[in-house]
């Protein structure tokens, strides 16, 4: 079934103690619609400027993602994000943002992708996320993520995007501020609360837990023994979530559970190199490679 993602396309400099890349790919949308197009046709809503390379959009299209969505507008410049990586590498320092063209982008979605199945809305202002998921109203599963600035700044506005959608993804520590709570499963279970119907909360080397109508599921992560750049992790993990869901049309319990493991295989190549480089040097096959040999790590 289709899965469109809507979120930002930029261009990351990033600087890890593996070394430092200087305008490179990036973005949530860009990372979500290229790993998720190892799992089901992908559909990209968003904007650049006319600075941004043509090489990438060839690489998106290489990649089959249809690109009717994305906007080039003339005269503007693309979403920059600078950051850091240091010591454990699982927070960056943000050295410089510019918003660009993704400052006032509130996007129509096309006809051509009134009729998605599956709807991935990656972080974003959630009055946006509302805007884009309300003209969908015959999709199968929506999902968004988000992150603190919204929480401490949009904390209402959140709340009703995150009741208009099927599901919530975030790290433990969104989770922890959003549900009120230093306990996880407490602060879960009063996002439940609110009104969200599946969350799924990212722990970074920890693993992910998820929870739907009062239960739990979760998973480690993959060990690696050594991570050169984390961006764009979060965005892979939902990537392999939803283009599983999306795959299979199947969003039961026992479902959720197998995409939460693609999830976590996928953000596990995703962090082997920087930007999408890891992704673009495999092929399906090494992703259920992975998750047979991830799925023997947790099977007693």
């Not at 943002?97 to 599956?118: H, I, Q, R």
């Not at 509302?130 to 959140?158: E, S």
């Not at 082997?272 to 992703?287: K, N, Q, V």
Request: aromatic share 8%; hydrophobic share 45%.
């Amino acid at each position: 079934m289709s899965l469109l993602v809507v979120g930002s396309i930029a261009l990351d400099t990033v600087k890890t103690p593996f070394g430092e890349r200087a305008d490179i790919l990036g973005g949530a949308a860009s990372f979500f619609s290229v790993a998720a197009s190892f799992f089901a046709p992908v559909r990209l809503l968003g904007v650049i400027g006319e600075d941004f390379p043509e090489c990438h959009v060839d690489l998106l299209r290489s990649r089959g993602i249809d690109l009717r969505g994305l906007e080039r507008r003339s005269g503007g410049k693309t979403f920059r994000w600078s950051g850091s990586y240091e010591g454990r590498m699982d927070v960056a320092t943000t050295r410089d943002v510019k918003l660009n063209v993704l400052g006032d982008f509130k996007p129509t979605v096309p006809d051509a992708y009134l009729d998605s199945a599956f709807v991935f809305l990656a972080n974003t202002d959630p009055v946006t996320q509302a805007h884009v998921v309300r003209q969908i109203p015959g999709r199968k599963f929506a999902m968004l993520d988000t992150m603190n600035l919204w929480i401490d700044t949009k904390r209402a506005d959140l709340v009703d995007a995150l009741r208009l959608v099927d599901g919530v993804v975030m790290n433990d520590e969104e989770a922890r501020s959003l549900g009120g709570s230093s306990n996880l499963i407490f602060a879960m279970n009063a996002l439940s609360n609110l009104g969200a119907r599946l969350i799924v909360v990212k722990k970074g080397e920890h693993g992910a837990v998820m929870l739907r109508n009062g239960e739990f599921f979760a998973l480690p992560a993959y060990p690696l023994d050594a991570v050169k750049d984390p961006t764009g992790a979060g965005d892979t993990f939902a990537a392999g979530f939803m283009g599983h869901l999306a795959a299979t049309g199947d969003t039961s319990w026992s479902n959720l559970k197998r995409a939460l493991a693609y999830g976590t295989v996928t953000a596990s190549f995703t962090v082997e190199d920087f930007s999408l480089d890891r992704l673009l040097a495999i092929e399906r096959a090494d992703l259920d490679r992975r998750l047979a040999a991830f799925v023997s790590m947790v099977t007693w």
